[in-house]
Structures are given as C-alpha cells and as structure tokens.
C-alpha cells in the first residue's frame, strides 16, 4: 500500500526556517508529479509547490514565492519543502502529495490532480 509520510513540522518563530520532509519510498514508480499542499481549519486546502514527474520544473503559489523550495533526492524517495521567512500565515497542516497522471512537463497546485496523500505535518509561526 501506497503511503506517504510528512515531517519536519513544528512550532518556530517570525523569519525562521524548517525544512519539511515526505517519505515516498512506498511508491512503485516514484516518476509522477508531487507537490505540497497546506490547510487551516476553516479553509480549502491550498497548493504551495509542485514539481513535475521529471523532476526539473518547479511551481509555487504567489504567497511563497522566494521564500519556499520544493526539491526531492536524486530516486525521488523523499520530497522536501525548504522554507525560510516564515510569517504567522504560514501556519497550518501541511500534506505532500503524488498526483496521478504524469501530466505534461509542467505541473499543477490544485488538489484535483493528485490522489495519494499523506497524513500531514503542523507548522505554527509566532510572532
């Protein structure tokens, strides 16, 4: 059984950093699209990064652009999310996630492309 597992969550301060990590090693063929998805209670879930099945294009919401990168090791078994600046905004349930079609060369923020995810890992920023 596919299963993807989040860490690197936490409770940190205004302009720190963390890096986030997902375990992907369970999937047979790892060569799909993944990104990073967050949530607040309340909200709908929110694409932050995505990174084609390649593995050489990337894409991030406008509210992390410059401050998050999204980047996996060379057998696509752990997906990482790099965050630096972080705001109070940025707090709330983050879920990586393997969409299930190879798509094109680019790839996609909404949460409708993808159908595996994880169990997800909480991030809080205080001021």
């Known amino acids: 059984q596919v299963q993807l597992t989040e860490s690197g969550g936490g409770s940190v301060h205004v302009g720190d950093s963390l890096t986030l990590s997902c375990d992907t090693s369970t999937m047979i063929d790892r060569n799909y699209p993944r990104a990073w998805f967050r949530q607040v209670p309340g909200k709908e879930r929110e694409g932050v990064a995505c990174i084609n099945f390649i593995g050489d294009v990337t894409d991030y919401a406008d509210s992390v652009t410059g401050r998050f990168s999204i980047s996996q090791d060379s057998a696509k078994k752990t997906l990482y999310l790099t965050t630096h600046d972080l705001r109070p905004e940025d707090s709330a349930m983050y879920f990586c996630?393997?969409?299930?079609?190879?798509?094109?060369?680019?790839?996609?923020?909404?949460?409708?492309?993808?159908?595996?995810w994880g169990q997800g890992t909480q991030v809080t920023v205080s001021s």
């Open positions: 996630a393997a969409a299930a079609r190879r798509g094109g060369l680019s790839c996609s923020l909404s949460s409708v492309e993808y159908n595996t």
